[in-house]
């Protein structure tokens, strides 16, 4: 059984990004791996800020299919072609 | 149904659009001048969309709107036929929109580090996090839900604010947030991960259960 030190969880919630991004060295994403299996804490806070990225870009598109207001159409077009 | 040279439907609409889009860059760079306001039609929704999460006022996104449609109608002879025209559009009028934006007098706002997660001296969290009540794609389908995350992103401190919506809403790169706000890729990977921190901190108490 391994007798090394866990990394804190301060180190993951540090280095979280780029343990998303997959830009970790092995040997350090293999540390974190095994901080994770053992820390629930550390398992929530990143379920949730990977959460917390989905539902920034899902509450902040808005899909509806409305058209263009006519008064800006308008004065786009008249500013550049000076009417 | 038969697909023909291997193109399947959603590929050939796509292909679709591109085409309409180099008829139309084709008319602009050509002095059309019925192929602006075409342009103007097919676009301003769009863009005007995405001026509207950076700039709090209606005026000041459709002011950039307009400026990012002068700034197009003014390089469109510059226009590379290998980029898409929807993405060079979306670049102009972020860019327009931050242009604004650095123009505007600043809210009061609040401190970053209140919303960051603190420390033991052990390393362990102050306050142990606690998982969430249900998915995420479940939760943001409530409207409800939804004017709570765009609440907590507006009470983000500009700068994580900016660099938020830069990445992880617009999608563009940390070397284009980078270029596109003057400041070094570093920067950018630093502020987007408070930005993210302070957001789930904000979110936190209404996610644990509280939204139905």
């Excluded at chain 1, 040997?27 to 917390?52: G, I, K, M, Q, W």
């Excluded at chain 2, 097919?42 to 709107?65: I, K, N």
């Excluded at chain 2, 660099?163 to 950018?188: K, P, S, Y």
Aim: aromatic residues 6%; charged residues 30%.
């Amino acid at each position: 059984m391994s007798e090394r030190p866990y990394l804190p969880c301060r180190e993951i919630i540090a280095f979280l990004a780029d343990y998303l991004d997959g830009a970790l060295a092995a040997e350090t994403r293999s540390e974190f791996d095994r901080h994770l299996a053992v820390c629930p804490s550390c398992v929530a806070y990143l379920a949730s800020y990977r959460d917390t990225i989905r539902m920034a870009k899902a509450a902040s598109i808005d899909a509806d299919a409305d058209d263009p207001p006519e008064e800006l159409v308008r004065a786009i077009v008249a500013s550049v072609h000076g009417e | 149904m038969r697909l023909h040279a291997g193109v399947s439907h959603l590929g050939r609409t796509a292909l679709n659009a591109i085409s309409i889009d180099a008829d139309l860059v084709a008319r602009l760079q050509a002095g059309d001048s019925g192929a602006f306001e075409a342009l103007v039609r097919q676009y301003s929704m769009p863009l005007l969309r995405v001026a509207r999460r950076f700039l709090r006022s209606e005026e000041h996104a459709r002011d950039a709107v307009q400026d990012a449609f002068i700034s197009a109608y003014k390089s469109i002879g510059r226009f590379a036929s290998t980029s898409r025209l929807s993405t060079w559009l979306h670049r102009i009028v972020v860019n327009a929109s931050l242009m604004r934006l650095r123009t505007q007098r600043r809210h009061p706002e609040e401190d970053i580090e209140s919303h960051l997660p603190r420390f033991l001296e052990d390393g362990h969290q102050v306050a142990p996090s606690v998982a969430w009540s249900e998915p995420a794609d479940e939760m943001v389908q409530r409207e409800e839900v939804r004017g709570i995350v765009r609440a907590a992103i507006d009470r983000l401190p500009e700068q994580y604010r900016i660099v938020l919506l830069l990445r992880d809403i617009e999608e563009m790169t940390t070397e284009e947030t980078a270029e596109a706000l003057g400041i070094t890729a570093n920067a950018v990977k630093i502020r987007l991960h408070r930005a993210r921190q302070a957001l789930r901190t904000l979110l936190d108490p209404h996610m644990r259960g509280a939204t139905r």
